[in-house]
């Protein structure tokens, strides 16, 4: 009997050695989760997840309901096996990307069966499709359905984070701050190690994280090999504000972008969006080779013939520009019908680079080219005058990293803009996109003063001006706030306004 008893042990030991099922997992339901969705995440059986949690059929799940997951012990064999592919992934990154899959609806079919069907939510199907109450299907009718497709790809770049020195403003906040140079509030508190409640000083120096994306993926390179590689760096030169009833989809399609790229551009975990929330929907990337090139991105206009089939937005996609470019550029009127065979222009962006000279002299020697180069106000026997009472947002700038050859005053909008100097009008128009409406002036001394983003035009070309004279009203610098660009030019050299204009009081 002894004996019998031990080997009825034995042989339960060596079942439960070979089929041991540990419930240590429980799972919540979310909204859109089937049994096979669940099943194939946990790599189990839908049959094990009925058994282990006793549930009858039709087998529906609910959100916020807990299900018990059965998880085989893993031998020795298979734990190794698992760190030898951890470490593969570690080389290979998996990107997952929404691919559109079209569905002709069957007989009998209904949206919860669809979305059972591909693993997703009915609301999904809905959102996607445009579907109206009370969301009826028809056979043959074609659905949109999303599907998530895994991509590997060789982790070769690297962030190398920069740091940009910012003087606190009067009105400035965090968040503003933030905003201003497209990065969140975390990594400015971060780079500063600020505390709550996060208060600014006037004239407080700040860490702004400027990030740079060096290329690495032969790291056996040599020092000067890696010495010639370039460095890349964006900023956001568009901004949108999201309106009740956008999504993100949306917005992509409006700009000419992808909504994954709208994400990456955004740094967004998800596709929920808040309304009033600013989002980064254009990007310039500029490039400094260690060499001394710089990277120069110009517009170029292409004809297109329409094929049958076209429309704006592949187009748009197909040139990578944006549908209101093409509408712009061609005069189209709603609701944008192409014909086959219409000829249309196309903007289309060419990258080139180009070569900074540069040239070093001895310290004395180019103190003396600066000071006989630039006129000093003793010299100059007359002054400017500010053409706006406002606040300067972005300096003058001339070297190999930026060009801002004038400075950005913000002010109220409409408020009159008045000629800094005494001269004649030269130009007075809007043909000159990337300023606006823009007025240029002819002053003694081999002056030149330029005004743009005006919201009106008051003065005509060949007409003269006196000094403190209403010659336009202030436009918008971009989305969100209003002003004007103002340059001061010597012998057509752009210089700094800022020396040449009556100090405030």
């Keep these: 009997m002894k004996i019998l008893k031990l080997n009825i042990k034995l042989f339960i030991l060596a079942f439960l050695f070979t089929f041991s099922w540990v419930f240590a997992l429980t799972y919540t339901v979310k909204p859109g ?34 299900l018990k997951i059965p998880t085989k012990s893993k031998t020795k064999k298979q734990k190794n096996k698992k760190t030898a592919s951890k470490k593969k992934n570690k080389k290979t990154q998996i990107v997952y990307r929404i691919v559109y899959i079209r569905y002709k609806v069957k007989p009998g079919d209904s949206l919860i069966k669809i979305a059972k069907k591909y693993g997703i939510s009915t609301k999904e199907i809905i959102r996607i499709n445009k579907l109206k109450k009370p969301y009826r299907l028809r056979v043959g009718q074609v659905l949109k359905i999303p599907k998530k497709v895994a991509i590997k ?21 965090v968040s503003t701050i933030a905003k201003k140079f497209g990065v969140s509030v975390k990594e400015i508190v971060q780079a500063n190690n600020l505390k709550k409640p996060y208060h600014l000083k006037v004239g407080q120096k700040l860490k702004i994280p400027v990030k740079f994306v060096a290329s690495t993926a032969n790291t056996s390179k040599s020092k000067s090999a890696q010495r010639k590689e370039q460095l890349t760096y964006s900023y956001c030169t568009k901004r949108y504000r ?20 709208l994400k990456e551009m955004n740094n967004l975990k998800s596709s929920r969006l808040k309304v ?6 254009k990007k310039v990337v500029k490039s400094i080779d260690r060499k001394g090139y710089t990277k120069v991105v110009k517009t170029q206009i292409i004809k297109y013939k329409v094929k049958p089939g076209d429309t704006l937005i592949k187009i748009a996609k197909k040139f990578k520009v944006y549908t209101k470019d093409i509408v712009r550029l061609n005069k189209l009127k709603k609701p944008y019908r192409l014909k086959v ?43 400017f005058i500010w053409p706006v ?8 700038v001339n070297n190999s990293v930026m060009r801002h050859l004038g400075i950005d005053i913000q002010t109220s909008c409409g408020e009159k803009v008045r000629a800094a100097e005494s001269g004649k009008v030269i130009y007075a128009g809007e043909s000159i996109k990337p300023y606006g409406r823009l007025i240029i002036l002819r002053h003694k001394g081999k002056f030149n ?17 006196k000094k403190g004279q209403v010659i336009g009203s202030v436009g918008h610098l971009d989305d969100t706030s209003c002003g004007i660009y103002f340059e001061i030019r010597k012998n057509t050299v752009p210089v700094d306004p800022l020396v040449f204009l009556s100090k405030k009081k």
């Design 153 to 173: 790809k060789k982790s070769s770049k690297q962030k190398v984070k920069a740091y940009k020195i910012y003087k606190v403003k009067r009105g400035d906040t």
């Design 389 to 396: 009472n406002g606040e300067v947002v972005n300096n003058f």
């Design 242 to 261: 999201v309106r009740p009833g956008d999504s993100l989809i949306k917005i992509a399609k409006k700009f000419g972008v992808s909504a994954e790229k």
């Design 33 to 66: 989760d089937s049994l096979d969705k669940i099943a194939r995440k946990y790599g189990v059986s839908v049959k094990d997840i009925i058994k282990a949690n006793n549930l009858k059929k039709p087998y529906i799940i609910h959100p916020g309901q807990k």
């Design 341 to 383: 065979g219409q000829v249309l222009k196309i903007p289309k962006k060419v990258v080139s680079y180009v070569k900074v000279k540069t040239y070093t002299k001895p310290k004395k020697d180019r103190e003396e080219e600066y000071f006989t180069e630039l006129p000093k106000r003793s010299n100059i026997n007359f002054g």
């Design 276 to 281: 009033g929330q600013i989002l980064c929907v």
């Design 449 to 465: 003063t330029v005004y743009g983003h005006l919201g009106n035009i008051y003065v005509k070309e060949n007409q003269y001006v």
